[in-house]
């Protein structure tokens, strides 16, 4: 059965560059999900999407964004990189009007 | 004060050995989740819940809404199984995030 896909799988950046994450969600799903997991910390809510609207907002910076295509993929553009953005960022994906998240593998973001 | 709370925070454990890991949370539900990340690793989904008990293969999740706890055990136990073991809560449907729990980090010894 098809997942959910995140490209890259592994990014490296320098400080104050610009970063910008994909998911693609299991397919009729409509809802994404963005997470962000520092080294040793629980994942964090970030953003999500349902129908391409931004529908809940968590502890995400001012210089990242995100938005929701007409295909229902999902980019997290992030700028201004700092060392402290380094992590793993999970999308997951659902079908809008059921609870159940299916977790991406995850893009691990290395800032030097 | 985290939304939801995992006990205990770490569990070493013999192989064979009866698991089980407990999540408390503070805020009105509609689903709860236990997930799966080995170390370095994607997340997986066990288990959503929504109310009663629900069972694959050796793992076993119950929720009681009332009092607003869930366990997820673990029978016969495997070195396979050590991970992090890590409780997510929703309030509502349609995007609304997840809080997740503190995790629960289990390590089964042979």
């Known amino acids: 059965a098809a997942g959910v896909i995140q490209s890259p799988r592994h990014l490296i950046k320098e400080k104050r560059e610009t970063a910008t994450l994909k998911c693609y969600p299991i397919?009729?799903?409509?809802?994404v999900y963005w997470y962000q997991q520092g080294p040793g910390q629980d994942p964090q809510f970030l953003i999500s999407?349902?129908?391409?609207?931004?529908?809940d907002k968590g502890s995400i910076p001012d210089r990242f964004s995100a938005q929701q295509f007409s295909d229902y993929h999902s980019e997290l553009n992030m700028s201004s990189l700092e060392l402290g953005d380094s992590a793993l960022y999970f999308c997951a994906s659902s079908q809008g009007g059921l609870l159940e998240q299916y977790f991406g593998p995850g893009t691990r973001l290395t800032v030097t | 004060k985290n939304e939801v709370e995992q006990s205990p925070q770490n569990l070493t454990a013999q192989e064979g050995e009866f698991i089980t890991i407990n999540c408390s949370y503070s805020v009105g539900i509609s689903a709860l989740h236990w997930l799966q990340q080995h170390p370095g690793g994607g997340i997986v989904s066990l288990f959503m819940l929504s109310s009663g008990k629900k069972k694959h293969g050796r793992l076993i999740a119950t929720i009681n809404i009332q009092e607003k706890h869930s366990s997820l055990h673990i029978t016969a136990s495997h070195p396979r199984d050590s991970a992090v073991y890590i409780c997510a809560v929703g309030l509502v449907i349609f995007g609304n995030q997840f809080y997740f729990g503190t995790g629960t980090s289990l390590t089964v010894i042979p």
């Open positions: 999407f349902y129908e391409k609207m931004q529908s």
């Open positions: 397919p009729r799903h409509d809802t």
